[in-house]
């Protein structure tokens, strides 16, 4: 007698939130409306889509958790008969009143610890423009910009999609957060536009992550920075085909942060067919060593086929004796940190961005400046009193940005997915 041993098929959710449920079974005829409810209930190796809509958590709590290893694919209409990641928008979108109810150091915190599996992320557009605190006196905003500069973290500000919300508080978050998860990861097509800490960060203990045809449009710090966890077998992350442009500084004064991508230790770094630009510091990152220097001395990073375009201090930092090591394209040849370095080269026509970029925003990011001016009245009462007791004498001291952090109009990043054939984010 023979027996045919059925086999398992992967579970496919549906999320709508115009047509959904969450009290329904999830199927694509009733489909849950809220994306956490669907990762709560799905088996390891389900697929979860996603129709247009605005997603970022149960009770709008502001951020998502995932637990397990789940395919989420975005950009699907309302009915699920078509896919278009830039026509049917699969929105990750919190609101101010979001800020005070988000928990974890991310939008989207991944955490799942299942070795050998893989969580995908793919069509989803992150958009942290309207919970971010702007500077409600309208300062550092330049003609023609969208919003006042960020406030520093802590300070009310305005906010919302008008910008009329008042108190406004900033939740330094990460767009999407690695909670040393120990899967592979899959991210691509997605957006990450307006991250006020990180478009994604963290510790990672898979063995490969490919971070593919995405855009990163104004984020503050850098990008991505991924550090891999598992010393004795360091994974692989392949960031390919991307699109990074005004990446900002911590601070308004630039005087730290504000990276395109970095290369950090436990993990091998590979870098092509990139487009890396306008980042307040430099483009890449190569700063950061494994103390332990036989682990460095295996360690792989590369730069290849990438098109860089006016980074403000360099291509490439390298550290150096007490200051960083500003690297240019044209010299990525002589960098030993780079096993491989070649086809990278400049952007030699910037009219290629024309109608694509928003015009006002790259010339006041260009001509970006920051200043201190003091005032001290050496004759008050209050200083001459100071100086016969041996004293300090004090005065005021007022700092101003032309610009920093502003908030990038969303709907016009997405015209650089397709910007440039062949480099950086091409159409999903």
């Keep these: 007698m023979c027996i045919t041993l059925g086999q398992a098929t992967a579970q496919d959710l549906y999320v709508s939130a115009s047509t959904g449920n969450n009290r329904n079974d999830g199927s694509k005829t009733t489909p849950f409306k809220n994306l956490q409810k669907a990762i709560d209930v799905a088996s390891d190796g389900a697929t979860i889509y996603v129709a247009e809509g605005n997603y970022y958590g149960l009770l709008d709590?502001?951020?998502?958790?995932?637990?397990?290893?789940?395919?989420?694919?975005?950009?699907?209409?309302?009915?699920?008969?078509?896919?278009?990641?830039?026509?049917?928008?699969?929105?990750?979108?919190?609101?101010?009143?979001?800020n005070g109810t988000a928990s974890g150091q991310g939008t989207v915190n991944i955490s799942t610890k299942t070795p050998g599996s893989v969580v995908v992320i793919d069509g989803l557009i992150f958009d942290r423009g309207n919970s971010i605190s702007y500077n409600a006196r309208?300062?550092?905003?330049?003609?023609?910009?969208?919003?006042?500069?960020?406030?520093?973290?802590?300070?009310?500000?305005?906010?919302?999609?008008?910008?009329?919300?008042?108190?406004?508080?900033?939740?330094?978050?990460?767009?999407l957060y690695l909670n040393n998860p120990m899967c592979d990861l899959v991210i691509r097509n997605c957006a990450f536009i307006n991250a006020p800490y990180y478009g994604i960060i963290g510790g990672w203990g898979g063995k490969k992550a490919e971070i593919t045809n995405n855009i990163f449009i104004g984020c503050r710090f850098a990008s991505v920075e991924i550090r891999g966890t598992m010393a004795n077998a360091p994974g692989d992350v392949f960031f390919s085909y991307n699109t990074v442009l005004f990446t900002w500084s911590r601070l308004k004064d630039y005087g730290?942060?504000?990276?395109?991508?970095?290369?950090?230790?436990?993990?091998?770094?590979?870098?092509?067919?990139?487009?890396?630009?306008?980042?307040?510091?430099?483009?890449?990152d190569r700063g950061h060593s494994d103390s332990n220097k036989a682990i460095e001395a295996k360690r792989v990073t590369t730069a290849q086929n990438n098109l860089f375009f006016l980074n403000k201090q360099g291509d490439l930092a390298l550290p150096g004796g007490g200051m960083f090591l500003m690297v240019w394209v044209d010299q990525f040849e002589d960098v030993d940190q780079l096993a491989k370095a070649d086809g990278n080269k400049s952007l030699t026509d910037p009219t290629v961005f024309k109608g694509i970029i928003n015009e006002p925003y790259l010339n006041g990011f260009l001509a970006a400046s920051?200043?201190?001016?003091?005032?001290?009245?050496?004759?008050?009462?209050?200083?001459?009193?100071?100086?016969?007791?041996?004293?300090?004498?004090?005065?005021?001291?007022?700092?101003?940005?032309?610009?920093?952090?502003?908030?990038?109009?969303?709907?016009?990043?997405?015209?650089?997915?397709g910007a440039i054939n062949g480099y950086g984010a091409q159409k999903p």
Excluded at 62 to 91: C, E, H, Q, W
Excluded at 380 to 402: C, D, E, W
């Design 138 to 175: 309208g300062e550092g905003k330049p003609d023609g910009v969208e919003s006042p500069m960020m406030n520093e973290i802590g300070a009310a500000g305005i906010g919302g999609p008008d910008l009329a919300t008042p108190n406004v508080l900033t939740k330094q978050t990460s767009t």
């Design 370 to 417: 920051y200043k201190e001016t003091t005032n001290v009245d050496r004759n008050s009462p209050a200083n001459q009193f100071r100086s016969a007791l041996g004293m300090n004498i004090q005065g005021t001291m007022k700092s101003s940005s032309t610009m920093f952090a502003n908030r990038y109009p969303w709907r016009e990043a997405l015209k650089f997915f």
């Design 256 to 284: 730290d942060m504000g990276y395109g991508y970095r290369y950090m230790p436990g993990a091998n770094h590979y870098v092509t067919h990139n487009i890396i630009g306008l980042s307040i510091f430099s483009g890449l």
């Design 61 to 98: 709590k502001g951020n998502i958790d995932i637990t397990k290893p789940v395919k989420i694919m975005g950009g699907y209409s309302s009915d699920f008969s078509a896919r278009d990641v830039l026509k049917y928008l699969t929105m990750i979108q919190p609101t101010p009143a979001s």
